[in-house]
């Protein structure tokens, strides 16, 4: 009965938020890609000096920066007027990212990374935006 309740108590999924220097080392130099709830969702390329860029794969590419508030990290873009802060996640299933007061069931997951820039048509058609 005692290792029934016990079994019950454990959490389902271990995670641990990612310290900023740790989310530094992840994503510095990288694109990374997510998807939400199975579906791709977007791509972010982040930058030696934490300058960012993001699409949701419409083709239309935000820039923005980051920055760490304790243990969050949080992102501003040039259309927005505030920042947007996350809890970067590493789990038993791999690594994913939560809105500050979301639901788990609305994270963010990191299907891969790699080098290479993002390229964003958007409205200027054929311009990549690189370093």
Known sequence: MFCIALCLAAPLSAEEIMAPDAFEAFTSGKTLYFSKKGEPYGAEQYFEDRRVIWTFFNGQCERGAWFAEDDQICFVYETQDRAQCWHF????????????????????????????????????VGVSYTR
């Open 89 to 124: 996640l590493e789990t038993d299933s791999g690594k994913r990212a939560r809105v500050i007061g979301a639901d788990p069931e609305d994270d963010l997951t990191v299907e891969g990374q790699n080098t290479r820039d993002l390229t964003c048509p958007g409205p200027g």
